[in-house]
């Protein structure tokens, strides 16, 4: 860190400290990590959203997982008046769309495919 602190400021640029956050991706969880700039002890983050996908300290996608569930079906919940058919077609479009973003990058456990499965089977396929 002190590297790249030090070759940005070279080019002018300044490492925000109240914005950087450091994050220590393990199965074992709770270590800590002291990393200083210039003195100041830099945050740790156990969780944090980029490019729209979850990332978490365990590195596991369950959290993702349920986090995109949760926004398909916020997704969906807002559509009451609408027939049974047109339901099943907008959960194809809408909340599978809205589920599956990005999860060609998660690693799946038993128990992400488990909860992912009663939506599937609920959509009429």
């Known amino acids: 860190m002190t590297v790249l602190h030090d070759t940005s400021e070279e080019y002018g640029m300044r490492t925000n400290m109240k914005k950087t956050k450091v994050m220590h991706i393990s ?13 100041h002890k830099l945050d740790q983050a156990e969780q944090f959203v980029y490019l729209g996908s979850l ?12 986090r995109s569930i949760a926004l398909g079906k916020t997704a969906f919940s807002k559509r009451k008046e609408l027939s049974l058919g047109l339901k099943k077609r907008m ?8 589920v599956l ?3 060609e990058t998660w ?8 909860s992912l499965w009663p939506l599937r089977s609920g959509s009429g396929d």
């Not at 990332?55 to 349920?66: I, N, Q």
């Open 55 to 66: 990332v978490t300290e365990d590195g596991r996608c369950t959290k993702e997982v349920r």
């Open 91 to 98: 959960i194809k479009v809408l909340v599978w769309s809205t």
């Open 107 to 114: 690693t799946l456990r038993q128990e992400d495919t488990r």
């Open 27 to 39: 199965r074992k969880e709770g270590r800590k990590l002291t990393i200083l700039i210039e003195g």
């Open 101 to 103: 973003y990005d999860s």
